[in-house]
Nanobody, 126 residues
Framework: QVQLVESGGGSVQAGDSLRLSCAVS????????MGWFRQAPGKEREFVGG????????HYMDSVEGRFTISRDNTKNTIYLEMNSLKPEDTAIYYC???????????????????WGQGVQVTVSS
């Protein structure tokens, strides 16, 4: 059974930092490309960033480029989303997801992802 469990969310002030974690179990984590998505109230879920299975490709949405960093630790079956200089518009539920094994196809597209976590709330107040 594949499980993705996010943690690290919370309520912070604008300008603060948070680090989200996503622990994966149930399959060979190291061969899967991974992504982070978010969904704000009343809005559709959107791509935040992705990391290829080999860690040689990183992709970010424009509004978080330079503020957010994705990384992975294959020894811990975990990916991370380091979020700095947080803004109120970053408020959302954040989801990690598994893309494909040995592939970076469609990393910016939600439909390309096969497994999802339950999400974690991030609230940024001004």
């Amino acid at each position: 059974q594949v499980q993705l469990v996010e943690s690290g969310g919370g309520s912070v002030q604008a300008g603060d930092s948070l680090r989200l974690s996503c622990a994966v179990s149930g399959l060979t984590f190291s061969i899967w490309s991974m992504g982070w998505f978010r969904q704000a109230p009343g809005k559709e879920r959107e791509f935040v960033g992705g990391i290829s299975w080999s860690s040689d490709e990183l992709h970010y949405m424009d509004s978080v480029e330079g503020r957010f960093t994705i990384s992975r630790d294959n020894t811990k079956n975990t990916i991370y989303l380091e979020m700095n200089s947080l803004k109120p518009e970053d408020t959302a539920i954040y989801y990690c997801a598994m893309n494909r094994p040995y592939s970076n196809y469609g990393m910016r597209e939600e439909r390309s992802y096969n497994y999802w976590g339950q999400g974690v709330q991030v609230t940024v107040s001004s």
